[in-house]
């Protein structure tokens, strides 16, 4: 067996150390045997400029999830289910193609439980031509042992911060230490990557997303205050205002209204965060936001183009 399948023989690759033998097929909370399995690869240009650049961030969708937040926007490739198998060659094809239309980055969305798999595909892609940056946007809710393998084949992460309140963390992710767990792995990351550019797009370094949750700005303000405290000055900040209630059920059922965006805001000026990006707040009532994995497009087209999906192969 090859040490990238050793990793899922008895998987601990996330914090939730299932132990479940995926290599022989069994799944883990993550949903997930050892095959590598893709929804759908776009060229995207909703994230950070430096992210987006001009030619938009190749994002590859991975599904799965160890995390599984009950407010995923991606819920149904996080946790139904949707995507499809896909071989190391295939994997590189479509990295290949996303450079091919431009993509400024290779962008792995939900990559912690694959990280094994994707490690090699990464490194395989390399071999066959694959110049651009890869990036690696996660949940945050990672090892530090999983992480380790991924210091030479990622070029940049952009992993979320959500929250470190420990009962909203068991409430909304079923995962109480993840507050632990994930500012543990920013700071690896941080130490994996300093900030550098090229022109305006980003080559290396770590931006930190948090997404504030309407009616819990206290999770905000311990996130701003963890961040001033940890980060400022290594990486970037991340402000996300679009939630959109997606499935009802034990989740806050609107959006971030003014008054809670004008409280957040004021929270960056009194910790000092200036290096990084905030929404503005108009994007939280666009349901256009809000992606349909089984469409072959899953995104609206202004802010994506299709290049891969699961069922239709290359588009
Ligand atoms: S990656 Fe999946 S199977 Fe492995 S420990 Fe995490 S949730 Fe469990």
């Known amino acids: ?9 008895s998987c ?44 938009g961030s190749g994002v590859v969708f991975v599904s799965g999830c160890a995390l599984q937040c009950v407010f995923c926007q ?24 996303l450079q091919e239309k431009n993509a ?10 694959a990280a094994p798999a994707l490690a090699a595909g990464i490194k395989a892609a390399r071999k066959q031509g694959l110049v651009i940056p890869v990036l690696w946007n996660s949940s945050g809710y990672e090892t530090l042992e999983a992480l380790s393998p991924l210091e030479d084949v990622i070029d940049g992460y952009l992993p979320d911060l959500k929250t470190l309140d420990s009962a909203l963390a068991a409430r909304f992710f079923k995962a109480a230490d ?10 690896k990351m941080l130490e994996f990557r300093d900030m550098r550019y090229e022109g305006a797009v980003l080559r290396s370094g770590v931006i930190v997303r948090h997404l504030v ?8 303000r311990d996130v701003l205050r963890w961040f001033a405290e940890n980060a400022m000055g290594k990486g970037l900040l991340s402000l996300m205002t679009q939630y959109t209630p997606v499935r009802g059920g034990d989740m806050p059922g609107r959006s971030v209204n003014e008054a809670e965006y004008e409280t957040v805001l004021g929270w960056l000026d009194e910790f000092g965060i200036e290096d990084g990006f905030y929404q503005e707040l108009t994007l939280s009532a666009d349901s256009e936001w809000l992606p349909d994995f089984n469409r072959v497009n899953p995104f609206s087209s202004e802010l994506s183009t299709s290049v891969w999906h699961w069922r239709a192969g290359f588009v």
């Open 178 to 187: 993840y507050g632990e767990a994930v500012s543990a792995a920013i700071k």
């Open 213 to 220: 949750l309407p009616g819990r700005l206290d999770a905000t």
């Open 104 to 113: 400024e980055n290779i962008n792995i969305v939900t990559g912690s439980h």
């Open 12 to 55: 601990r690759l996330c914090p939730r150390k299932c132990g479940v033998d995926r290599s022989a097929g069994k799944k883990g909370f993550c949903g997930e045997t050892s095959a590598l399995r893709v929804a759908a690869a776009s060229i995207h240009r909703g994230e950070e400029p430096p992210i987006t650049g001009t030619g």
């Open 1 to 9: 067996m090859n040490d990238a399948l050793s990793s899922y023989k």
């Open 74 to 97: 991606n819920y149904q490739i996080s946790q139904q289910g949707v995507g499809r198998v896909v071989t190391e060659a295939e994997f590189v094809r479509i990295c290949l193609a």
